[in-house]
């Protein structure tokens, strides 16, 4: 009998260790929920998009304070990694803030991701456009701020394919801004665009005007198609890619029944798509969804169990057999094992 107690008091405590089913760099336990939680530094919200390096070190948080932060371990936790402001002399009155109000000063990164041919970030900032920070961070240079003449308003997503360097991402409104988005679902504005960034020439190019609310856009895993969000019409589009054109007639990939913001691409060539509004409409509470890479079928879920760990996922990247979960509003990104 002593021996037993003994026994089970052995698993208990490998179970409960910070390292149990956790990535090596987490640090804390997982057990609760099955989750952790990397907390940001006080002040600021919003990881709303992950990214992870040339080395997968990482993951990489854009935040509300116009910052892209870096998580070492559980010691070190969160570092700056770079910034997007354009007005270094704001700095001051932007570090740690999670205002609304100071966003088109302070610069709000949204979709972020690393070349993996040069290591260079790239990053969508919803007020300063597309931007680039080289592999040791620091201030991000602006690329582009506007296409046709038509400045970007609300600049959201972005993927990049390796092979050319070409930056695919999209502007969700002409009108509306990133703080007015209540508005701009309201309206019904299908202003949105989808566009290209090539860096060879430095031109930005239009490739489909006309999108309702544009989000999240990534590349198939064949570089064959580019998926897009339409968040107010909960389609996934589908883009065929040839070359280095796009056909612009997209077709419906996915329907699903909640609001989609990005989508990721995994190692299988699946997407995972995260549904940030309209929790616990159904029994199963999604916050995303695995969609088939060939056919857009629901592989998996990932579901919030009706607790607020989970409010509003902007992003589910899937990285070393864990599930990284992003929110425009939470302070702290999830992680989960696959």
């Known amino acids: 009998m002593k021996n037993s107690l003994l ?20 640090g804390g336990s997982g057990k609760g929920n099955h989750h952790l939680k990397l907390q940001l530094p006080a002040g600021v919200v919003g990881p ?4 992870f390096d040339c080395n ?3 993951p990489y948080a854009g935040v ?13 936790g969160w570092t700056e990694f770079a910034t997007t402001t354009l007005f270094r002399r704001l700095r001051r009155i932007c570090d740690g803030t999670s205002s609304t109000i100071l966003q088109p000063l302070c610069g709000r990164p949204l979709g972020i991701k690393f070349n993996p041919v040069t290591c260079d970030l790239y990053i969508a900032d919803a007020y300063f456009g597309l931007m680039v920070v080289g592999r040791n961070g620091g201030p991000a240079k602006q690329l582009a701020s506007s296409a046709e003449r038509i400045p970007f308003r609300f600049t959201n997503s972005l993927d990049i394919d390796p092979s050319t360097g070409v ?9 509306f801004q990133r703080r007015q988005y209540p508005m701009l679902i309201e309206s019904g504005d299908r202003s949105g665009r989808l566009l290209k960034y090539d860096p060879r020439n430095k031109q930005v190019t239009v490739l489909r005007r006309g999108l309702a609310f544009p989000n999240g856009v990534t590349l198939s895993k064949d570089k064959s ?3 897009v969000a339409e968040s107010d019409s909960r389609r996934i589009l589908r883009f065929w890619v040839e070359g280095e054109s796009v056909i612009y007639s997209p077709q419906p990939f996915a329907q699903v029944a909640q609001f989609p913001d990005n989508i990721e691409t995994d190692k299988n060539g699946d997407f995972w798509v995260a549904l940030n509004t309209k929790r616990g409409n159904d029994k199963t509470d ?8 060939s056919n857009g079928n629901v ?4 579901e919030g169990n009706k607790q607020n760990a989970l409010d509003s996922v902007s992003e589910v990247e899937e990285h070393g057999g864990y599930l990284y979960a992003g929110s425009p509003v939470q302070p702290y990104v999830v992680v989960i094992k696959a």
């Open 7 to 26: 026994i089970i008091f052995f698993f208990l405590a490998l179970m409960l260790s910070p390292s149990f089913g956790l990535p090596s760099n987490a």
């Open 64 to 76: 509300s304070d116009g910052r892209i932060l870096k998580w070492q371990d559980s010691k070190l």
């Open 225 to 227: 198609f580019l998926l």
């Open 56 to 58: 997968g070190e990482g």
């Open 48 to 51: 709303e998009s992950l990214a």
């Open 167 to 175: 930056v695919y991402f999209t502007d969700s409104s002409m009108y």
């Open 299 to 302: 592989l998996d879920v990932l």
């Open 286 to 293: 999604l916050v995303a969804v695995k969609l088939d890479g």
